[in-house]
């Protein structure tokens, strides 16, 4: 499937979304198109021609040209946005300098009555003042509302052309008839006009600069990535761009560097600082073999290392793909806002038309006047602008935040949905554990040493490939203890292993292994037994027919998972531990941990179904796994996490993935979303009861009660400033901190 980015120009409010949608979803091939308000930016995929993309957007009367996510893209869209912000200052500050006088002059009665002699003269003098400032700061207001006319739709533009355009030619109908109307009715409204439109301006250019924070997010991450890279090509170590570095090119890392691209280690040591791409504080030691990722620090030591993902392959480009297309993406309450914000414009003109109607047909006195005024108050104040910046600015400035803490959020649904979970099941192994078995114990029987036990134990098992043997064999090396050769190497299934070592039969498995061989371990069995209820694995080493001890071996604990099942409760949420490991291990390891419920011995094809068991009794259910053996149970729950640790997440596998091994991610993740949706319910809120309220106050409502109509020129301050507003509170969640 092709996902390609667009930026759209020409959306003035909410209402355009839905009429960009509309165009794009219209094009052959497009399975799916969103379009992100804030950022004005569309995602589209499927089989289609990006040309006939662009096209159809064009045809609905807005502008669009693709994003190719080149080093330079945030760049040009910060200066591009940069001068929009200077010319927006610019249109606003003509109209006050033009605005504010007439106000005042019209206020002080400065300026002679119209009727007056040479009122005539100067107050049409005035309106051509006033036209020439509309002209120049309130152009595109009407070229977009002409525009939506032309395509049948009706927008911002829509609504503020409709106000500005009727006061001025009210005005101009006044000025130069004004007989046609009483006397009580002769006052020009070319101030109301002109400020109404400087405001507006300078509340898009303070709505814009706010806006401009949110994607900090986005900005610090494609900081990450060099411009250069030291290669050694022909015996020579060079400084490169970066775009010139290919793969499999030998690479050479200083200390205080970031890394270029990603590859593995392949001569030197060092500890690298990752905690731009993971959230992990701590540097990570990195030796021969292990894998480097862009944009990470280099904190100590010099390395040299093999290019293995360049470009856009690279973790830290993928990241700043997925982080992007999770803010232009919708979740359900934004699709429901998009829905209202889409037939709130036409509903605005109607009750336009009615406030005119009732004030005209039903004003005692003035009715021209009063109608003019409440209506255009109805139009500048309605206008939903807020309404649509509420969930989509959110959404960005909470998924970049997730991003900085190494948590990696598909979409909008997921991060919704990760508020309102209430259970949360983990797998057991590589997530509470580390994945990683280990030797915990060295018991040896009496007249034996530890040296002895390791070195039969460890040279029996160089021969197996079970995941236990291996962690023997690395205590063992460890430790400096020679292996020796052994000879006749046989796995006995279920049991153990056996061999001849030195000339002498050594016997290494389980009690069975023991038993059948006449292997008397009466000595160690109770300490083997109080072992296996700590969850360690128990094995018996025998040479020569005579018990010699016992080595333990265990899946350790990871050493934060205790404290992150504790904060996952304090959220309120249950823990559920399903592994397919045996009943007394997975018991030992949640008394250890501290879970809610363990659900032990269940085959990886069966973990769905018991997440489906959880759902159909009413829980809201996270699941959090490796996001490839799980992957069913993954794709069933509510949300799925997948545990990633560096350069191995597995990006695809899940709805959030945690690029650090920690289940405090999984907090983390739960406390943003949470912080996220009351965000966009007091964005929603204060857009809607501004809305609710506005427009009736607008339309006159106090006045039969109070004598109160409301200025126009409040009404569009007031409509300015409510975008601004909502902008801000959606930034605050930039200070979210986690709680661990």
Request: proline residues 3%.
């Amino acid at each position: 499937m092709i996902v390609k980015r667009l930026s759209i120009g020409g959306m003035s409010c909410a209402g355009c979304v839905a009429s960009v949608e509309t165009a794009l979803n219209s094009v052959d091939g497009v399975e799916e198109a969103t379009v992100n308000f804030a950022e004005h930016t569309a995602i589209v995929k499927g089989e289609m021609d990006i040309a006939d993309v662009i096209s159809a957007v064009k045809l609905a009367s807005f502008d669009a040209a693709e994003l190719k996510g080149g080093d330079n893209e945030e760049a040009e869209k910060e200066a591009a946005e940069f001068a929009y912000y200077r010319a927006l200052i610019k249109k606003a500050s003509v109209a006050a300098i033009v605005g504010v006088p007439l106000f005042i002059g019209g206020m002080t009665g400065f300026f002679p009555e119209i009727d007056a002699e040479n009122g005539q003269f100067t107050w049409l003098l005035l309106g051509l003042i006033t036209l020439g400032v509309m002209y120049y700061s309130g152009r595109h207001f009407f070229t977009g509302a002409w525009k939506s006319f032309r395509v049948h739709n009706a927008n911002m533009d829509t609504l503020i052309a409709l106000g500005t355009g009727s006061a001025c030619i009210y005005s101009f109908v006044i000025v130069l008839f004004p007989d046609s109307v009483p006397s009580l009715a002769r006052h020009a409204y070319f101030e109301a006009a002109v400020i109404i439109i400087g405001l507006i301006n300078f509340g898009s250019a303070l709505e814009m600069k706010a806006r401009g924070k949110t994607s900090e997010a986005i900005k610090r991450l494609i900081g990450l990535q060099p411009k250069t890279a030291r290669v050694l090509r022909d015996g020579k170590e060079i400084d490169i761009s970066i775009s010139e570095v290919g793969l499999d090119e030998t690479l050479r890392v200083r200390p205080g560097e970031r890394i270029a691209v990603d590859g593995i280690i392949i001569e030197g040591h060092s500890s690298i600082d990752e905690s731009m791409l993971t959230g992990e504080p701590m540097p990570v030691e990195k030796n021969i073999g292990d894998e480097v990722s862009t944009g990470t620090i280099n904190s100590s030591g010099t390395f040299l290392f093999v290019s293995k993902r360049i470009g856009s392959d690279t973790v830290l480009a993928q990241i700043i793909d997925m982080v992007r297309q999770a803010q232009s993406t919708k979740p359900a309450i934004g699709r429901l806002v998009d829905k209202v914000a889409s037939i709130f414009v036409p509903a605005v003109l109607i009750v336009s038309v009615i406030t005119f109607l009732i004030w005209f047909n039903f004003a005692a006195v003035d009715a021209a006047s009063y109608a003019l005024v409440t209506t255009m108050t109805v139009l500048i104040i309605a206008c939903p602008c807020a309404l649509g910046l509420a969930t989509p600015i959110s959404i960005m400035v909470g998924v970049g935040k997730a991003a900085e803490m190494g948590i990696l959020i598909r979409n909008g649904d997921a991060l919704q949905q990760a508020g309102k979970l209430t259970t949360v099941v983990l797998d057991k192994t590589g997530t509470v554990t580390e994945g990683k078995p280990a030797v915990t114990e060295v018991i040896f029987a009496e007249g034996i040493d530890e040296n002895m036990l390791l070195t039969f134990g460890a040279s029996i098992e160089a021969g197996s490939e079970h995941p236990l043997a291996a962690a023997i064999v690395d205590y063992a090396k460890d430790k400096n203890v020679s292996l020796l050769k052994t000879e006749k190497f046989e796995a006995i299934t279920g049991q153990g292993v056996s061999g001849l070592i030195e000339n002498q039969t050594v016997l290494f498995g389980n009690a069975y292994l023991m038993k059948n061989n006449n292997v008397d371990i009466s000595a160690l069995e109770n300490k083997a037994q109080q072992l296996s209820q700590q969850g360690r694995t128990s094995m018996y080493l025998a040479l020569a027919g005579k018990l010699q001890g016992i080595i333990a071996v265990s899946d350790p604990v990871k050493k934060d998972s205790i404290a992150a099942i504790k904060r996952l409760h304090d959220l309120g949420m249950k823990v559920v531990m399903l592994t397919g490991d045996n009943q007394l291990t997975a018991d030992a390891v949640a008394k250890q941990v501290g879970v809610d419920e363990v659900i032990a011995e269940v085959m990886p094809q069966d973990k769905s179904a018991k997440v489906v068991s959880l759902q159909e009794s009413g829980e809201q259910v996270a699941m959090v796994g490796d996001g490839i053996n799980d992957a069913p149970a993954l794709a069933q729950a509510n949300v799925g996490f997948a545990i990633g640790s560096g350069t191995d997440v597995a990006i695809e596998s899940a709805d959030i993935t945690l690029m650090r091994g920690s289940l405090h991610g999984v907090a983390d993740a739960v406390a943003i979303s949470r912080a996220t949706l009351s965000n966009i319910k007091q964005n929603l809120f204060g857009a809607f009861v501004y809305n609710t309220l506005g427009i009736p106050v607008a339309a006159g409502i106090l006045y039969p009660f109070f004598g109160i109509l409301l200025n126009p020129m409040i009404a569009g301050a007031a409509m300015a400033m409510s975008s601004v507003t909502v902008v801000s509170n959606a930034n605050r969640l930039r200070f979210f901190k986690s709680s661990k």
